[in-house]
Structures are given as structure tokens and as C-alpha cells.
């Protein structure tokens, strides 16, 4: 696809729940992506273009419903895109985001314990 954006941040090989030591380099890894999460605008930016028809959706599209200028908006895409959480695509002048379900599937998983990672899969 051209234009997309891909990620630059890749998840830790190694859980912080999974029995055993996490190294430094993971755990900064790690902390970097939970980062993005840990703002309230953009975790309602993932959720509003989750949400989305077509499970897209450009800055202008955003801005009312968060109530914060363009440029705001484009910073926390920006953040959540670096993250890996996001993936951009642009089209002519405006840029379209969407979720990268496989990278929100790998934060789910690292911080589910083993066992109880092993009870959801079996269900």
C-alpha cells in the first residue's frame, strides 16, 4: 500500500508478567508504547476511529469530537503512529489512520499473565 505509514516501534519479545526478569531495553520498549496509550485524547482517538464506518479516519474528521485544534490532534496521531499503534495512509492532501489490530493484539498478550493468556485461548 503506498503511503502507509509502518510502524517503528515493535513489541518486546518478553512479558513483564511472564515469570522471568524483563531486560532494560524491553522495558523501555514497552514503557514507550504504554506511553502513547496513557493519555486520555488518545485513547479516545483510538476509540473514535475504531469506531469509524469504515474503520478510518483523517484529522478533520477527529477535531469536533475532541474538542482540540487541528495541530493537537495531529501531534497525538503522530505519537500513536511512532508507536506502532496506528498506521497512516495518505491520499492526495489528506492523511487517513487506522488501528493496526495486531499491535493492540501483542499489548494485550504481554500484559496478560501466562496462565491466564493460555485459559482465554482455550475458551
Same mark, same amino acid.
Given at each position: 500500500? +503506498?503511503? $502507509?505509514? &509502518?510502524? @517503528? &516501534?515493535?513489541?518486546?519479545?518478553?512479558?513483564?508478567?511472564?515469570? +522471568?526478569p524483563i531486560d532494560r531495553a524491553d522495558a523501555?520498549?514497552?514503557?514507550? $508504547?504504554? @506511553?502513547?496509550? !496513557? #493519555?486520555? /485524547?488518545?485513547?479516545?482517538?483510538?476509540?473514535?476511529?475504531?469506531? /469509524?464506518? #469504515?474503520?478510518?479516519?483523517? $484529522?478533520?474528521d477527529l477535531t469536533a469530537p475532541l474538542g482540540?485544534?487541528?495541530?493537537? $490532534?495531529?501531534?497525538?496521531?503522530? *505519537?500513536?503512529?511512532? !508507536?506502532?499503534?496506528? +498506521?497512516?495512509? @495518505?491520499?492526495?492532501?489528506?492523511?487517513?489512520?487506522?488501528?493496526?489490530?495486531?499491535? *493492540?493484539? !501483542? *499489548?494485550? #498478550?504481554?500484559? &496478560?499473565?501466562?496462565? @491466564?493468556? !493460555? &485459559?482465554?485461548?482455550a475458551r
Amino acid at each position: 500500500m +503506498e503511503g $502507509v505509514g &509502518t510502524a @517503528k &516501534t515493535t513489541m518486546p519479545a518478553t512479558s513483564p508478567l511472564a515469570g +522471568e526478569p524483563i531486560d532494560r531495553a524491553d522495558a523501555e520498549q514497552l514503557a514507550g $508504547v504504554l @506511553k502513547a496509550f !496513557a #493519555d486520555p /485524547a488518545r485513547l479516545r482517538l483510538l476509540s473514535l476511529i475504531q469506531s /469509524a464506518p #469504515d474503520g478510518e479516519a483523517s $484529522v478533520s474528521d477527529l477535531t469536533a469530537p475532541l474538542g482540540l485544534s487541528q495541530p493537537t $490532534v495531529s501531534h497525538h496521531l503522530r *505519537i500513536l503512529t511512532e !508507536a506502532g499503534l496506528l +498506521e497512516r495512509e @495518505k491520499r492526495g492532501v489528506w492523511a487517513y489512520y487506522r488501528l493496526v489490530p495486531s499491535a *493492540i493484539a !501483542a *499489548i494485550a #498478550d504481554l500484559l &496478560t499473565p501466562p496462565r @491466564k493468556r !493460555a &485459559t482465554r485461548r482455550a475458551r
